[in-house]
């Protein structure tokens, strides 16, 4: 009898640490408005990569992708290393390419336990052949900067996001 109830109480505790550790962490996201004013220059179009960079400077996430034609994703390559081996599904968040001296707004969502917690936001940028700037904007991810206005070292000429 002793034995029967202790089996019991045995697999009972095993099925609630199974239950409980299967649940995923439920994290908010805020959305925010992320306008890209590029530099005039002359030439293709820009392919932009907005990504979440983890507090090791590695890539957590891919946010947004300004350039929807994957044929041409390879030659933003510090970002397809990481893309190319994780193969996410990235359709919905890309949109067209940016030409110099045009301005773009796209929304992207960053999950709320990030936020001033050493992560990075970094825009890589590639032209048809032209340079390819692999941190071309790169900012902390703090409620500040969140708020500001910053500069770019490519061709990209500011980023300013708003939370929506």
Not at 30 to 47: H, P
Not at 64 to 86: L, M
Request: aromatic share 12%; with cysteine; proline share 1%.
């Amino acid at each position: 009898m002793y034995k029967k109830k202790l089996i019991i109480l045995i697999t009972v505790f095993i099925t609630m640490i199974v239950a409980l550790s299967s649940f995923k962490k439920n994290t908010t996201e805020s959305t925010y408005k992320c306008m890209i004013q590029m530099k005039n220059y002359s030439g293709e179009a820009a392919y932009v990569v907005i990504s979440l960079m983890n507090q090791k400077g590695t890539y957590e996430k891919t946010l947004y992708v300004q350039g929807d034609d994957d044929e041409w994703y390879f030659d933003i390559p510090e970002w397809w290393r990481f893309q190319g081996k994780k193969r996410a599904n990235i359709d919905a968040i890309t949109g067209a390419t940016i030409s110099g001296g045009e301005r773009t707004i796209s929304i992207i969502s960053i999950a709320d336990d990030v936020l001033n917690k050493g992560y990075k936001i970094r825009f890589e940028t590639a032209v048809e052949d032209q340079e390819y700037y692999a941190s071309d904007l790169e900012f902390d991810l703090t409620t500040e900067n969140l708020k500001s206005k910053i500069e770019g070292k490519g061709f990209i000429r500011y980023v300013r996001m708003m939370p929506k």
